[in-house]
């Protein structure tokens, strides 16, 4: 009996303790709703506010997203606030006194959502006036980049200044701020009637001050505001989650569309330097060079010690060492001499001090304890020739080390014809940059077979050394695999560069055109292209950034409204008039494709 009543207590107790467990809810509608503000202090659209904190209470718990990037005060403060988060509340404490009958926007963007699902509360901005009244002028614009058009992604700051002059950007904080959205829009929202300054800026530093090598985008002309830019608050669309940034911004065309590039004027400095072999050194900068100099300090030696290597945009060098006693030295002492421009954008010599060394592989290593070498090595030849070679294309040809001399005698390039091999007529091109590469100029034959030989000795170095034999065969591609792009192109003025570009905006082709024209453009492989066009307005056949100092703008550039579908044996017909799609760059249409 004693024992079936314990039982039976313990049975009670375990069943009084299931009923009283409790089960969070299983299932049920996604929580979909942002945060919403209860209370404040002071309220929203306060006026005479002067105290040193605000708190906004919302109704559940939240959390920050990204707050460092989102958050924004207009007008700034030099003392950037303090934003903390105290459970359902934020709080904001001014580290600085708030100026007088002035309208503060404090935008928290995208930061503030909720805590379990994460749905922010988008655009939120919290405004107080200082004085007797809210100023309510607002101003919109979009941001894109002058060479592609497209949006920067890392969102850029835009200022307006009721103060002029070419360094105000550089000197002074502005009246108002805003930052673009990811698809490059723009609102700043409670701006007094004024005439302002309009410039954006890649805040690189965090400062809210330009420099030189941040990107800007600026206006040629004052911005006059008036009453004409009243824009009542659009309270819902702000609070909706469910509303795309595109869509929302879609609803309006911007008062302003500014180009962003990076200053013809970038400030030097080297972002690399290397001595992956004992016969070579590199160096990296962050802009192309002007002037270099280099010069060996811990030892005399005998110019020219050094052959130089660029590429293309200037902005890197290879220097192959030719004297023999510093090749087999692991360690090198030099000077590094190139121009960059001061806070007054006057270049002036730059020095640098490095230490190059050259760490050599163990079994090397080795190798050079029993006996010192310079260990250079033969000269090794790799090409772009293979089968489906491109008809667009010549042989490229590059060695492992800069070469002296080539031997045309040495080189046997014949096609097949009715299986008999015949000549190729070519012309060899050696590079005027790069020691290292040469080119064989040719007209391919479609569907050909090729054979391009190298005898031994046919290739030499620097540093006498040669090529081994070496052979090549490959086909040319067929003519029918190719397409073609008809565009008749009207409203040609001064020179154009026409440009097709492949999905990732490599240039596949480029003409210069002058006048209104039909241009065929022809051998293009199968695949979606762009066109695009440079108005080049200082005819050096190229794209010109801006120079903010200069108050020049930079060069426009102009995409055709649709991506174009190419396929083989076949022609794309399209008409262009320039200036009916300015502004936009359709390359996210590229699924769509004609």
Partial sequence: MKISGYILILFIIGFIGGCAKIVPPVGGPKDVTPPKVVKSKPAENALNFNEKKVVITFDEFIKFKDKEKEFVTSPPFKKKPEVILKYKDVVVNFREDLQPNTT?????????????????????????????????????????????????????????????????????????????????????????????????????????????????????????????????????????????????????????????????????FLDKKERKLNNQMFFSFNAPLDTFQISIIDTTIKSPWFLKEENLTHDSITLWITDTTLIKRDTIKTVLIYLMPDSLNILRPKYDTLTMIYKAPKEQQQRRQKQKSENIELVSLTTNAKDGFDLNKIISVEANVPLDSIDLSKIQFTYTEDTVYKPVKFKLKRDSIHFRKFYIDFVPIPAANYSLIFDSLAISSIYRTYNDSTGIKFKAQKEDYYGAIKATMSNVHGDIILQVLDEKEVIVKMYTIRNDQLIKLDYLAPGKYLLKVIYDSNKNGRWDPGDYLAKKQPEKVEYYKDTLLVRSNWDVEVSWELGENEGKNPVENFTKGK
């Fill in 104 to 268: 503060y926007s404090l935008n928290f963007g995208n930061s503030i959502t909720d805590n379990n699902e994460g749905n922010p509360i988008r655009d939120y901005e919290f405004v107080f006036s200082t004085g007797d009244y809210i100023d309510s002028l607002s101003f919109e614009g979009k941001v894109v980049s002058a060479f592609d058009l497209k949006p920067d992604k890392e969102r850029l700051f835009v200022m307006l200044y009721d103060v002029f002059g070419d360094s105000v950007p550089m000197k002074i904080l502005p009246a108002y701020t805003s930052k673009t959205n990811e698809k490059g829009f723009f609102r700043i929202n409670h701006i007094k009637a004024d005439t302002f300054m309009v410039v954006t800026i890649k805040d690189l530093n965090n400062n809210l001050l330009y420099d030189l090598n941040e990107d800007i985008a600026f206006s040629d002309s004052l911005l006059y505001l008036n009453n004409s830019f009243y824009h009542a608050p659009d309270t819902a669309a702000a609070r909706d989650t469910a509303r795309s940034d595109s869509a929302y911004y879609s609803r309006f065309k911007p008062q302003m569309v500014l180009h962003s590039f990076v200053n013809e004027t970038k400030k030097q």
